[in-house]
Nanobody, 127 residues
Framework: QVQLVESGGGLVQAGGSLRLSCAAS????????MGWFRQAPGKERHVVAT????????YYADFVKGRFTISRDNAKNTVYLQMNSLKPEDTAVYYC????????????????????WGQGTQVTVSS
């Protein structure tokens, strides 16, 4: 059983930056594909970025490409989401998720690939 705890959310002005962290415990972190998702009020949860077990490959949703960066530190059991050039439409609850994989090159692009979820952290971008 893996527990995930996000931190780093908050209120920021448009154009600003935030760095989200997700600390994992209870499992072998390096065995999991990690992802960040977000859900705005009244909207479905949507993938933001994902990263392979080793961190060698990543995927980004089109709406964050060039602005957000996902990374992980397997020694610290932590995955990060660096968010730059934030826009009001980035306002949402951000969730991290972990999905097991036996393959080093696996990326999961939908929520169905993930077994474990954090409680979420609110990001609010003011205009």
């Amino acid at each position: 059983q893996v527990q995930l705890v996000e931190s780093g959310g908050g209120l920021v002005q448009a154009g600003g930056s935030l760095r989200l962290s997700c600390a994992a415990s209870g499992g072998t972190f390096s065995r999991y594909v990690m992802g960040w998702f977000r859900q705005a009020p009244g909207k479905e949860r949507h993938v933001v970025a994902t990263i392979t077990r080793s961190g060698g490959s990543t995927y980004y949703a089109d709406f964050v490409k060039g602005r957000f960066t996902i990374s992980r530190d397997n020694a610290k059991n932590t995955v990060y989401l660096q968010m730059n050039s934030l826009k009001p439409e980035d306002t949402a609850v951000y969730y991290c998720a972990a999905g097991p994989s036996i393959y080093s090159g696996t990326l999961y692009y939908t929520s169905g690939g993930y077994d474990y979820w954090g409680q979420g952290t609110q990001v609010t971008v003011s205009s």
